[in-house]
C-alpha cells in the first residue's frame, strides 16, 4: 500500500461473507468508523484487487450537520469521532506491532499517517471544542500511552506548507500547545 491509500469505505467493494467472517461490525454512531472498520478488513484480507475506477458519488445537503463546522453539536460529534478514530487506529497499530514483530514499511508509513491525521484533528478539535488546558493535556497523556503522540508522521507531500509545519511543531510542544490554544481558537473563528 501507498501512503494515500484510504481506508473509508467507499473506496472498496467486499464480499458479504468476508465481512461477516471477521465478526467486525460498523458503528453507525461515528462519522469516522468506515475508516476503523475498513481497516480492520483490510488488515484481515488474504487477497485484494486494484481497479482505478471511479464509481462513488455523494450528495452533500446544504443542511448537513458536518457543512457548519463552528457548530457545537458538530464539533461535539467530531470530538468524540477523532477520539475513538484515533485510539482504535493506535491500538490496531499496536496490535499489528506485537503480533507480527516487523510490518512493511510502506503499510507501516501509510497507516501512522492516517492515525496522525485523525490525531492532528483531534487536537484541533479539542482546542475549538473548548477544552480546559487540563483536559487537553489528560487526552495528550493518553494518545501518548498509545503511542500516538507526539505526532511523527504527519507531515508530508499532503501537508508540507510551513502552516501546516508551524501547527505541528506547536501541537507536538504540550507547553506550548496549551499556552498558544487561545491563540489557536482565535485563529481558526
Known sequence: TNRNTRFESWWFITK???????GVRFDAHNACSDTFYMLEHFLRAERMAYYPLEIYRYYDAPTSLTRDK???????????????????FSEILLQLKNESGTVDPQLWDNLTHRRDYFVFYYISLMIRGD??????????????????????NFI?????????KAFNFIFNRKSLLLNLAPVYKKMQS
Open 16 to 22: 458479504r461473507s468476508f465481512l461477516d467472517q471477521t
Open 70 to 88: 463552528k457548530d457545537k453539536t458538530y464539533i461535539a460529534r467530531m470530538l468524540r469521532d477523532f477520539n475513538k478514530t484515533s485510539i482504535g
Open 131 to 152: 477544552y480546559s488546558k487540563k483536559e487537553i493535556s489528560d487526552q495528550l497523556e493518553l494518545l501518548k500511552q498509545k503511542e500516538a503522540y507526539p505526532i511523527k
Open 156 to 164: 508530508g507531500p499532503e501537508y508540507n506548507s510551513k502552516k501546516w
